[in-house]
């Protein structure tokens, strides 16, 4: 039976789970009185122009101008890859890209959001590939159209060189490819602008399984803790949150402790 002090820490592990999902599901623009904004700037979302506070990203400026986003938004700090947009600034030929909730609106600023992006995802049982090169290929013969324009780079939000964590999987050096790819939020953005229509994001995600499944050292950390799931360390936890009413998950969420800024 766990002790006390063992519960108290579940309590706690719960309780900064609740607290990030409060967070993210926190309304970012309730209480803007426009009275008290002292910059606007004027953006056009899908061609129509808003009116907007100056220091909001365009995820906030977007809820502003009145939109509900019911896709195309998740965690709101920049990690979760759903709330891909481009945008043009005014006077730039240039068409650029970026998350919208890590993207500060601009005057004059062109854009519309890219919530999903229909690239290819083949199916595939990881026990069964070989961790060959020729299982990329396989799954995403495209690849060979790689024209090295590095095009894909330049999408990318997170600064990643996905033209080369690409040739490094053409390569077959599955732990370039890994390594190269890790901080990818799959947001969709190089596949959106590859004219070679490589799918770059899904590429690197078969190539870090294979490279994690075959090659990877194994991490001390995760056998420890698949070791305390078999042992059941979280099962009370778990029986206990889920057999609380609305009422008193209210009251707990409510309660919870929060960490320190
Ligand atoms: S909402 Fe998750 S990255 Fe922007």
Request: glycine share 8%; with cysteine; hydrophobic share 35%.
């Amino acid at each position: 039976m766990a002790s006390s002090e063992e519960s108290a820490t579940k309590k706690l592990d719960l309780q900064k789970v609740m607290d990030r999902i409060a967070e993210a599901s926190k309304q970012v623009v309730s209480g803007v009185e426009a009275g008290t904004v002292e910059n606007w700037v004027t953006i056009y979302i899908m061609g129509r122009a808003y009116q907007v506070p100056a220091d909001l990203t365009i995820l906030t400026a977007m809820e502003y101008a009145g939109y509900k986003f019911v896709r195309g938004v998740g965690c709101r700090q920049g990690f979760c890859g759903a709330c891909a947009t481009l945008y043009r600034k005014e006077g730039e030929y240039k068409l650029q890209a970026g998350m919208a909730c890590q993207t500060r609106v601009e005057d004059g600023m062109y854009l519309v959001q890219i919530p999903f992006t229909p690239a290819e995802k083949p199916s595939y049982d990881i026990a069964e590939l070989d961790y060959d090169v020729n299982t990329l290929f396989e799954y995403y013969p495209e690849l060979a159209r790689c024209v090295s324009c590095n095009t894909c780079t330049k999408a990318c939000p997170q600064d990643l060189e996905v033209m080369d964590y690409v040739q490094a999987g053409i390569k077959g050096d599955f732990g370039d490819l890994a390594e190269e790819s890790f901080d990818c939020i799959q947001c969709g953005l190089c596949a959106i602008r590859c004219p070679s229509e490589i799918v770059q994001y899904n590429v690197a995600q078969l190539g870090r399984r294979l490279y994690g499944r075959y090659d990877s050292p194994e991490p001390e950390h995760l056998t420890n803790r698949l070791e305390e799931i078999d042992e059941g360390k979280f099962e009370q936890a778990l029986d206990e949150i889920t057999s609380l009413g609305r009422e008193e998950l209210e009251k707990m969420y409510a309660e919870r402790e929060r960490e320190q800024e």
